[in-house]
């Protein structure tokens, strides 16, 4: 079974500093994807970021870089420059490509604050 | 604007009433998923259809069910509502072609209310 862990319900950044948001997952599927999705107070999902589990590099689009460590299973999100419209929550989420509904499955989140 | 369109916004409605909430995929994407979010938590996989046809199922609760019409809108009915069915529920596309890559595509959800 797939798993993705969010660790930190909540955390606090200075604006214009960088913040990093942990996710570690668990998955048997030789191939998978991962992705990051951010949801203001407003409540839409929006996509920020994928990493593929075959991608030498790391992604990065943006202001928004996915730290992957293949061997720790960890992908986590990189924000550079925090920037007050940043505040929202955070999900981690995982695809697996042997499973052919494609779904993702997703982490509880982390609650970002950026202070002024 | 993701492309993905849900209605109603908003819903509030009794306990033991039934509801149907309508998701329009972005325009060529085939698969719908829904997914149910409950407060400050993450986002639990209810079911996926593909071109009309149910493909995967999650934690979906017997008195949901769902479809998928020849437009490729689709539909997920609650019945016999409960409190606890209070929550945002999120409809997602993607042109689901061997998936990879492809983000999920979220409408804004419906947020259902359950007095």
């Known amino acids: 079974a797939q798993k993705i862990t969010q660790t930190q319900p909540g955390m606090f950044v200075q604006e214009k500093e960088a913040v990093t948001l942990d996710c570690t997952y668990d998955?048997?599927?030789?191939?998978?994807?991962l992705f990051w999705y951010k949801q203001p107070s407003s409540g839409e999902m929006i996509f920020l970021i994928y990493?593929?589990?075959?991608?030498?590099q790391n992604a990065t689009e943006g202001r928004y870089s996915l730290n992957f460590q293949k061997a720790r299973k960890s992908a986590n999100l990189v924000i550079s420059a925090s920037q007050l419209g940043d505040s929202a929550m955070y999900f981690c989420?995982?695809?697996?490509?042997?499973?052919?509904?494609?779904?993702?499955?997703f982490g509880s989140g982390t609650r970002l604050l950026v202070r002024p | 604007d993701s492309g993905v369109t849900q209605t109603p916004k908003h819903l509030i409605t009794a306990t033991g009433q039934r509801v149907t909430l309508r998701c329009s995929p972005r325009?060529?994407?085939?698969?719908v998923y829904w997914y149910q979010q409950s407060l400050d938590q993450g986002l639990q996989f209810l079911i996926q259809?593909?071109?009309?046809?149910?493909?995967a199922k999650g934690n979906i609760l017997e008195r949901f069910s769902a479809q998928q019409f020849p437009d490729l809108h689709s539909e997920l009915n609650l019945s016999s509502l409960e409190l606890g069915d209070s929550a945002l529920y999120f409809c997602?596309?993607?042109?689901?072609?061997?998936?990879?890559?492809?983000?999920?595509?979220f409408g804004n959800g419906t947020r259902l209310t359950v007095t």
């Open positions: 997602a596309s993607s042109p689901d072609m061997a998936g990879g890559n492809s983000p999920l595509h």
């Open positions: 998955t048997s599927d030789p191939s998978y994807g």
């Open positions: 990493q593929g589990s075959y991608d030498q």
């Open positions: 989420a995982m695809r697996g490509m042997m499973d052919s509904s494609y779904k993702l499955i």
């Open positions: 325009s060529g994407d085939l698969s």
């Open positions: 259809y593909y071109n009309g046809e149910e493909r």
